[in-house]
């Protein structure tokens, strides 16, 4: 339950996991919970409001576009993209303010890019000089872009190396050796991200660290990106810590304040929805799904780390791990996917029942970081993408076949 000391208003109701009918919906599916991501949205809303930052969502994490509306009707109007076709999606099917940050823009794309772009973050100096002429005339054009330089502040609490943007040698942002004040005419703003899942007393360590190396670029800038990895949706994260820092340091240095976090958005709204394909044995039985880690959820293998399966528990060597284990005592399964690769496997849990080809295996937390870096390797069907009205009734929303496996190449 979410604790007093972290929220002081009552968040919408959410679905019942017991009360889906997961024999209903069809298998494989990524399936967004409507209730659960209402229940973030208002939380989001809330900060947003209550911190005067302005948040927008990272498609990098949650570009689920059928689900836009309902961001905007909690004031969610603007997207971050990372690429073109990010960009794209953002101006066509979010309609607000597009954010774009890439580690580095082709002369081929950049034209299209800044057409599209509100704000519009560099990763380097020579990026920025190299297409600042052409920025310039859109400018003179009528257009408004602000622009901004990616900073390293060389300071992250980023346990894995992979996701650490500021790690010995990180390609991403300018470190305040490489600064260079001398080329600042035409920037109005700031972007750093060195956060991953963390809470805000992470943010608050990192803002001293930047303003200690940064301060003296801060006194000339209209505003800063604190980029994303501010889990603000996660149950036990500090709220009012966010809310007090955004605020103090919005009043410190006059600047307006970007948030932009992804699993935020998608975090806890649903599932991955798989059947059993066979059952095999080698010492130990195992279940062959009609989903692929490496495919469809390869945060897993990436992280790596180990997914929650609804009415399942740990092994016994693994009890340790969790407060409680929901199958402790029952069937023990390999968990694997159904493409060629040796390592497509989950792990072993335990169930209470036995099961049999066409039992669900359901997958909780499978919607941020999962739909944006599937692939179609092997081939293998790629899940639908569906969504869990209000009311109860599920909506497929996009199903894939040949036509997209075969699209794909060439």
């Known amino acids: 339950m979410w604790g007093v000391t972290v929220i002081d208003f009552a968040l919408p109701a959410v679905t019942p996991v017991d009360s889906v009918d997961w024999a209903a919906i069809p298998s494989p599916a990524f399936v967004l919970d409507e209730s659960r991501l209402r229940r973030n949205l208002a939380l989001i809303s809330h900060v947003q409001r209550e911190s005067g930052a302005q948040i927008i969502v990272a498609f990098k994490g949650f570009s689920m576009w059928s689900a836009f509306p309902v961001l905007r009707e909690y004031g969610i109007t603007g997207a971050t993209a990372s690429s073109l076709n990010e960009a794209r999606l953002a101006r066509e099917e979010m309609q607000g303010e597009v954010h774009v940050y890439a580690p580095a823009y082709s002369d081929a794309e950049f034209p299209a890019v800044l057409e599209l772009a509100d704000h519009l973050v560099f990763n380097s100096f020579s990026q920025w000089e190299r297409f600042k002429p052409q920025v310039l005339a859109a400018r003179e054009a009528g257009r408004t872009v602000h622009v901004g330089i990616r900073v390293n502040p060389e300071y992250a609490e980023v346990e894995t190396d992979l996701y650490n943007p500021a790690g010995p040698f990180s390609r991403l942002g300018v470190t305040r050796r490489e600064f260079r004040m001398d080329l600042m005419d035409g920037v109005d703003g700031l972007h750093f991200h060195t956060l991953c899942e963390k809470d805000s007393d992470t943010l608050e360590r990192t803002l001293e660290v930047l303003e200690r190396n940064f301060g003296d670029v801060l006194s000339q800038v209209k505003w800063v990106n604190f980029g994303g990895g501010h889990l603000m949706t996660r149950e036990g994260y ?173």
């Open 238 to 410: 500090d709220i009012p810590r966010l809310i007090r820092v955004v605020r103090a340091f919005r009043e410190r240095w006059g600047v307006h304040v970007i948030l932009e976090p992804g699993s935020a958005f998608g975090w806890q709204t649903g599932w991955l929805v798989s059947s059993v394909l066979d059952v095999v044995h080698n010492v130990k039985d195992a279940l062959l799904l009609d989903i692929s880690v490496s495919a469809h959820m390869p945060d897993v293998l990436e992280m790596p780390y180990r997914p929650r399966i609804l009415g399942a528990g740990d092994p016994p060597e693994l009890d340790h791990h969790r407060e409680t284990s929901e199958g402790a005592g029952g069937h023990p399964y390999l968990i694997g996917g159904t493409t060629c690769l040796a390592g497509d496997v989950v792990g072993e849990y335990v169930f209470p029942q036995p099961l049999k080809i066409g039992d669900r295996v359901v997958f909780d937390d499978m919607i941020h970081y999962t739909m944006v870096k599937t692939t179609f390797f092997n081939g293998v069907k790629h899940p639908d993408i569906g969504i869990l009205h209000l009311d109860g009734t599920y909506e497929c929303v996009k199903s894939f076949g040949y036509e997209e496996f075969k699209a794909k190449l060439s």
